[in-house]
Structure formats: C-alpha cells, structure tokens
C-alpha cells in the first residue's frame, strides 16, 4: 500500500473522528439546555394531600436525608432501600426528586418520570410532606457508631416514635454500612419491597419501542453487558487502595464470581475486575457463550460520555474484537462467538428526545430481562440490575460478573 492511500487514509478517519466528536459536543450542549417538560409531574407532586385518594390524616410519614450529586444508580439503589425501610417500620415513604447531574449542580429530574411504585398513594413527595406537616416535624438523627445495627436500631426508632411526621436528618446508607455484612442480610425482607416496584409507563413504553428493531426483544438469546470505563480509568485504583469489596447485593454469597483477593488485600486483582481488560471481556463473554449456545445476541451497556472520549476507542475495540472471533469460528467451522451486537449508543439515538433522561433507567430494564447478565462487581448499576433479576427469580447463575 502506498504512503500516498495509507496517509489519505488516516486523514479520513481523523476527519471523522473529529466529526463525530463535534456532534457529540453539540449534543450533549442540546441535552443540558433542552429540559424536557416535566410540568405534570410537577404537578402530581404539589397536589394538595386532602384530594389524592389513597392519602388519610392519620399516615405516619418519614423524610430521610438522601444523597445527592451522585449518578442515578446510587440513588436509584437508596431509594429502594429506604423505601423499604420506612414499610418495616410503618410509616410512609416521603420521595424526592432525583439529583440529574447531566443538567448541573442543581438539576433534578421527578422520581415519577422514572417509577410509577415510588410515587403513588400512599407515598408523599417532599413538597407535600412540609406542607402537610408543617413545624409539627420530629427530627431524627442515627448515630455513626450504630453502623452495624443501624436498619434493627431505625426501625424500632421511627416505629417507637410518636410523632407523626419525622424526618432523619443524618445520612443513613453510609458506604460502610453498605460494604457490611449487616446490609446483605436485609435481602430476604428487602426482596419483597423489591418485587413490588414498578417502573413508570413512559419508560416501559421507551424500553418496548426501541427492543424490537434493535432485535433486544429476543430476550431468551441476550446477553447483557455492563463495560465501565471512563471515570473507572482511576477510581477502580481508589477502590483497591481502600480495600474495597464488591457494590452491595453483588456481594450476596448466593452470585457466582465472588470478589477474591487473600488476605492481605490483594490490590492488583481487585483492579483487573474492577477494569477488566480487553481479552478478559473476551474470554469471558467466550466462556458464557460456549455453556449456553443459543446466546447469539450481545448488548452491550457503557457509559460514553463527552468527558470520556476513550470509552468509544474501547467499544470499538470490543467490536473488532469480536468480529476477529467471528472469523475464527467461521473458518473452524463453529458456531459465531454474536451474531449481532448492540450498544447503548445506538438505544440511546432510538428514544425520542422526551425521553433522554431515561437512557440509563432503560438500560437497567434492557439488562434486568436479558437472559444473561455480566457486570462490574464494584458497580451501582450493576448491583441494581443484579437485585432487580433476583426479585423477577432469574436464576443466580445468569448474573456473572468480569
């Protein structure tokens, strides 16, 4: 090949390179300053308590103190768990909006764009909550020294409290408390509360119109993969310098390809599962392809981003790579390693604008009905996908982990 076609060749692709990076720029700068309209939902929570039916005087009513400014699935993962908290000790759950960090430090989306369960009657949103409540509020604080105890300790705190409105002012889902053996525990009750959640019908509807010309439908032949790269690049490192085990319920004893590294913490083999290299990802998806042959659709799940451009080099790689896995299985006469591969790009370009603050959601429903499941062991989406496929009574062994 000339030096003439090899340099005309690198200059195409650098000009599309550079082409694609612009366009994700615009849309990404279209996505913060066009906020889809969620004036209904808005509405649906500053109804006054006195004309929703399903709301009586006599609800006794916790607040917790939530976090904020994290992703969507840490929140999502509180919620569920606070939700459950505040039925085992007999109050109702007072929801909030979710923190939406791809909108700036205070951009929020309702809870009600996402899930229909966590915001009807006789739940109250936080607007509702103050209104009805007023200055007859009973603040709670959990001390840090209960960590251990501290689901036992809450209930019977806020179950032994007189007041009707309380609101726990400390932040109760403290990491160390979800790194406890204490919070596995809380599985079999918390699965019940898990069973009875519902996401919200527009994101139901998103996630069957964009399945089917994608072919995702074909559940019983997907696998689902959660490929975490960007801000992994180097909080895996802070992850394995802390000692830190696998995200919550991806550490029940019950999944297969538990979290091994000795004592002492071995930190090099916390980072390769935590960021997983290519031919790691490969081996893996070749040996759960190998144990169930009539897997032939890949989807896989990342988390591209203007901020981390080399997650698209990464997924492209992925791609190549199974394509070179194709060919060798063609040419030794086996069956293809996928015969089609799907990204969340590509769901993401197939919902309509209304709907992109549901992109993440959808994946979570995408991975949660796929026959197979492999996901990052330090991760909260995957923790949630995990706990979501548990509740539906998929078995263990189709949730994996690199």
Not at 80 to 101: F, M
Not at 252 to 276: F, S
Not at 353 to 375: K, N
């Amino acid at each position: 090949m000339s030096l003439n076609i090899r340099c005309s060749r690198l200059i195409r692709t650098a000009s599309l390179l550079a082409l694609s990076v612009v366009l994700f720029l615009l849309l990404s700068w279209q996505y913060i300053v066009y906020t889809p309209d969620y004036a209904a939902f808005t509405a649906y929570d500053t109804r006054p308590v006195s004309s929703v039916t399903g709301h009586t005087p006599t609800d006794k009513l916790v607040l917790f103190r939530q976090v904020k400014g994290v992703g969507f699935n840490n929140q999502f993962q509180e919620i569920i768990l606070l939700e459950h908290i505040a039925r085992a000790a007999g109050r109702v759950y007072v929801y909030q909006d979710v923190s939406w960090q791809p909108r700036g430090k205070n951009g929020f989306a309702p809870l009600g764009v996402f899930s229909e369960s966590l915001v009807t009657a006789p739940r109250r949103s936080e607007a509702q909550f103050w209104a009805e409540c007023g200055d007859q509020v009973q603040n709670v604080t959990v001390l840090p020294e209960f960590d251990n105890k501290v689901y036992s300790s809450l209930v019977k705190t806020l179950r032994e409290q007189p007041a009707r409105c309380v609101h726990v002012t400390d932040w109760i889902t403290r990491w160390s408390y979800l790194e406890s053996d204490a919070a596995l525990r809380l599985w079999p009750a918390f699965r019940t509360s898990v069973e009875q959640f519902r996401w919200s019908t527009p994101l139901i509807d998103a996630v069957d119109r964009v399945s089917e010309p994608l072919g995702l439908n074909r559940t019983e032949h997907v696998v689902a993969i959660h490929v975490r790269r960007g801000d992994f690049s180097y909080h895996c490192q802070d992850l394995a310098r802390g000692r830190h085990r696998f995200n919550l319920w991806n550490r029940l004893p019950q999944l297969p390809d538990p979290l091994d590294v000795g004592v002492p913490y071995n930190a090099t083999r916390a980072i390769e599962r935590c960021y997983p290299s290519l031919d790691a990802i490969v081996r893996k998806l070749r040996d759960v392809r190998a144990a169930q042959t009539d897997l032939d659709m890949l989807y896989i799940m990342h988390d591209l981003s203007w901020s981390s451009p080399g997650t698209y080099i990464f997924i492209r790689q992925l791609r190549l790579a199974i394509q070179r896995e194709n060919r060798a299985a063609g040419k030794a006469g086996r069956p293809l390693l996928f015969t089609r591969v799907v990204d969340t790009s590509q769901v993401k370009s197939a919902l309509w604008w209304t709907e992109s603050d549901l992109a993440v959601a959808v994946d979570l429903e995408l991975a949660r009905r796929a026959r197979v499941f492999i996901g990052n062991g330090f991760s909260s989406f995957s923790s949630d996908v995990a706990m979501l496929r548990l509740a539906d009574g998929k078995s263990e062994d189709s949730i994996r982990f690199w």
